[in-house]
């Protein structure tokens, strides 16, 4: 079972990129950490937009305005388990549940183009094995 798993993941990755923006595939293990990379360098007037949704990414979870030098926003749903960095625009979920399962958007808005990035991440429960 694990080995058909993890080839439908290895396909899966394959294809990212084919049909259209990328989407990097992200998996992590229950009760761990993760963080979500702008991989970009961000400018003074950048306008950092983290969202999360199951079928597709509609709630805002973090945002930061780099300009107005605002204190980040975290949603109140994640605020015990989502930051933003204020310096690379990261997103640091820690502690993480299934429920965190899901897609993440990353919107940049910055002159004279945004940036974009998706994200897909997959929460495993730990594994246990009972004996017979």
């Not at 079928?55 to 949603?75: G, L, Y």
Request: contains cysteine; proline residues 2%; hydrophobic residues 40%.
């Amino acid at each position: 079972m694990i080995c058909v798993i993890v080839l439908l993941r290895l396909c899966l990755w394959h294809l990212n990129g084919v049909f259209g923006d990328e989407m990097k595939s992200v998996s992590v293990m229950e009760g761990h950490s993760v963080t979500l990379h702008t991989d970009t360098q961000l400018h003074t007037h950048d306008v950092i937009e983290w969202m999360f949704g199951v079928q597709s990414p509609d709630e805002i979870i973090a945002e930061i305005n780099r300009e107005a030098k605002t204190k980040p926003f975290i949603s109140e749903r994640l605020k015990n388990h989502v930051e933003i960095d204020d310096q690379t625009g990261s997103l640091i979920i820690t502690n993480i549940t299934t429920q965190h399962t899901g897609r993440y958007k990353l919107e940049i808005n910055r002159k004279p183009s945004d940036l974009i990035r998706h994200f897909n991440m997959t929460v495993y429960g730990e594994l246990r094995f009972f004996k017979f």
